[in-house]
């Protein structure tokens, strides 16, 4: 059988994490990446093509002779690379443009859980500032706030308030900061987060080690929220003070109860869901309820999840697509844990072209893996003698990734690696898994 030519869209941490997983199969004899990053660069070919440049990248997939394209990012489901690579006879991994209004839309979602029984919170949505607005008043604090479309992560808001929830209504409503759309009003809920990503071909469904990621900027969940500090998997049962946290009973819950339904619900609509579905899960006081789905993997939840996979993930990949059967997944049992480093001032604002070092003495034990977020290379002259420098190119650079026998020896392991990076603009969060650890 002849190696496959792999091509993979996006150009972050997430790509890179497939990218790896990729590298480790033996059904694959080169990987392109479009855009891609500098870290990226050492293990795939980088096209200089953008994710959205959707007839460019089939045009490219036919000219290179791709045997398999991985989808990454949201944006590029949501503008219809899928359904483009699949008129064209290209075999893809990600969902249709409709499939993928899982994410592209709240509202769309919400109809769904609600009319296929998923738990979620209450909610009501809503195109009109001043109808929204009365709704606000007449609830309690604090409230979601989501604005329907993508919004790169930033579009859920949580005002403790009436005077912040009727700015942040106007900013989505009126202002359309987001974009125009509609704002969806959720009950708030309480309790532990987790991220369930599961394999998706239509009603079948293969689920992924659990996850946890870290949305604030700062230790003890303090600062604005981000797109994900650091994660870990797996989860443990019970907390570090010896609470009940995310069970086995829960897993499976999870699976039986949200999971395969809303793959079914989406048959049912007339709009299978053929790729990575992400459940952003909480246990609450009343049981798993479901925060948001997505429509492909998470960032930065697949940085520690892929470590662990002992599977040929191309095998994995192809059965999606194919909509062929399903070979074993199989995973380690070793634990992964992983910081992010971002630049200083994110997620408002903050600088890129800082020079990063000490890399490879971070990469020096076998256990660590570093993923790249947001890196370029820029072209350095002294004394007559030009090179390349690894710098800054983003609010999340690095993750900082270390797989151990247990969560405390993974953690260990990538925090000293992390203390090998030299570069004057990062800050990261040390406290990542505190809840168990």
């Not at 045009?59 to 483009?84: H, Q, R, W, Y």
């Not at 910081?339 to 800082?354: D, E």
Request: hydrophobic share 40%; glycine share 12%.
């Amino acid at each position: 059988m002849s190696k496959a030519k792999v091509l993979v869209i996006g150009g972050g941490g997430r790509e890179h994490a497939i990218i790896d997983a990729l590298s480790r199969s033996s059904k694959v004899s080169k990987i392109y990446c479009a855009p891609g990053n500098a870290g990226i660069a050492g293990q795939a070919k980088c096209v200089p093509l953008d994710d959205v440049q959707i007839e460019e990248l089939a045009d490219f997939a036919e000219k290179n002779k791709i045997a398999l394209t991985v989808v990454g990012p949201e944006v590029s489901l949501a503008a219809g690379l899928t359904d483009e690579f699949v008129s064209r006879g290209l075999r893809v991994f990600g969902p249709s443009r409709a499939a993928a209004r899982i994410e592209s839309s709240k509202d769309f979602a919400k109809s769904i859980m609600s009319k296929y029984g998923i738990p979620t919170a209450g909610y009501k949505t809503f195109s009109d500032y001043d109808e929204a607005l009365a709704y606000v008043r007449e609830g309690s604090f604090p409230v979601v706030l989501k604005y329907d479309g993508l919004a790169a992560g930033k579009g859920v808001v949580i005002p403790e308030n009436f005077e912040d929830a009727s700015k942040t209504l106007g900013d989505m409503l009126l202002d359309d900061k987001f974009g125009h759309g509609k704002v969806v009003v959720e009950d708030y809920l309480t309790g532990p987060e987790f991220s369930f990503m599961c394999f998706v071909d239509g009603s079948r469904v293969w689920p992924l080690p659990l996850a946890q990621d870290h949305k604030r900027a700062f230790d003890g969940d303090e600062g604005p929220n981000t797109g994900g500090m650091g994660a870990y998997s797996p989860l443990p049962p019970f907390t570090a003070s010896g609470d009940e946290f995310v069970t086995a009973a829960d897993e499976a819950y999870a699976l039986e109860h949200i999971m395969k339904p809303v793959a079914a619900g989406m048959v049912a609509e007339g709009i299978p869901f053929k790729g990575l579905l992400y459940g952003g899960l909480m246990k609450t006081p009343d049981g798993i309820k479901v925060i948001e789905f997505n429509c492909r993997f998470g960032d930065p939840e697949t940085e520690v999840v892929l470590p662990r996979l002992d599977s040929d993930i191309y095998d994995i990949f192809s059965a999606v697509a194919d909509g062929t059967e399903m070979p074993e997944i199989e995973w380690s049992s070793d634990a992964v844990l992983g910081f992010v480093m971002a630049s200083k001032g994110y997620p408002v604002s903050y600088k890129k072209g800082f020079e990063i070092k000490g890399l490879d003495s971070a990469l020096s034990d076998p256990d660590v893996r570093i993923y790249h977020m947001g890196t370029s290379f820029k072209s350095l002259r002294s004394d007559g003698i030009s090179s390349e420098a690894l710098v800054t190119a983003g609010g999340r650079v690095l993750m900082v990734v270390a797989r151990g026998k247990d969560l405390a020896g993974a953690r260990d392991k990538a925090l000293g690696a992390v203390g090998k990076i030299e570069c004057g603009n990062l800050f990261f969060r040390s406290d990542i898994g505190h809840w168990v650890l």
